[in-house]
T-cell receptor
Framework: RKEVEQDPGPFNVPEGATVAFNCTYS??????FFWYRQDCRKEPKLLMS?????NEDGRFTAQLNRASQYISLLIRDSKLSDSATYLC?????????????WGLGTSLAVNP | DTAVSQTPKYLVTQMGNDKSIKCEQN?????MYWYKQDSKKFLKIMFS???????INETVPNRFSPKSPDKAHLNLHINSLELGDSAVYFC??????????????FGPGTRLTVL
């Protein structure tokens, strides 16, 4: 089993749609979870951290389910500018270890 | 203002050559990283330095040698380039002294093509 797994997509949705991505991780002791966004031919950028209680940032909502070892990202009212690859990222160890484990990403295309 | 910068942005070279990529960050971070992103878009950590000390050294051919002259700079030298080295190399930085955050800031990437 891969350490971090995502459905690569692509997800093709119309503007205004709601879309959700899931990501599973294999290490139950994982400590920190993130969603990064990567535009075509650009660098990854942090979209949001994922907290145990779930968190929301505008149209974006992230959830963590430790029991089932997955995190999710929900995008409401999709915009054309949301088209990108969304990378699930996990820090498997506590303390100051900064070795993040990256998923392959889920590709999203929002269509007019 | 550029936060994490890399040079060059594009690098096209012949097999067997030796090349270097440079990275600089002006964020005051103490930890820097090199990642490789191949054609399948998999982002894989190669090295990490904290205050000029190597802290992550993944299974990477010893043709790859990182160097950190100070905590704001991390360079990557590659000897005897091979076709399989073609990829995008990203530099990133973060602040380890704030354990509550693991946010990594990435440079724009260096697209290396080995012919």
């Amino acid at each position: 089993r891969k350490e971090v797994e995502q459905d690569p997509g692509p997800f093709n949705v119309p503007e205004g749609a709601t879309v959700a991505f899931n990501c599973t991780y294999s290490n139950s002791a994982s400590q920190s979870f993130f969603w990064y966004r990567q535009d075509c031919r650009k660098e990854p950028k942090l979209l949001m951290s994922v907290y145990s209680s779930g968190n929301e940032d505008g149209r974006f909502t992230a959830q963590l389910n430790r029991a089932s070892q997955y995190i999710s990202l929900l995008i409401r009212d999709s915009k054309l500018s949301d088209s990108a690859t969304y990378l699930c990222v996990v820090n498997p160890k506590a303390g100051n270890n900064r070795k993040l484990i990256w998923g392959l990403g889920t590709s999203l295309a929002v269509n007019p | 203002d550029t936060a994490v910068s890399q040079t060059p942005k594009y690098l096209v070279t012949q097999m067997g050559n030796d090349k270097s990529i440079k990275c600089e960050q002006n964020l005051g971070h103490d930890t820097m990283y090199w990642y490789k992103q191949d054609s399948k878009k998999f982002l894989k950590i190669m090295f990490s330095y904290n205050n000029k000390e190597l802290i992550i050294n993944e299974t990477v051919p010893n043709r790859f040698s990182p160097k950190s002259p100070d905590k704001a700079h991390l360079n990557l030298h590659i000897n005897s380039l091979e076709l399989g080295d073609s990829a995008v190399y990203f530099c990133a930085s973060s602040l380890m002294t704030l354990p509550s955050t693991y946010t990594q800031y990435f440079g724009p990437g260096t697209r290396l093509t080995v012919l």
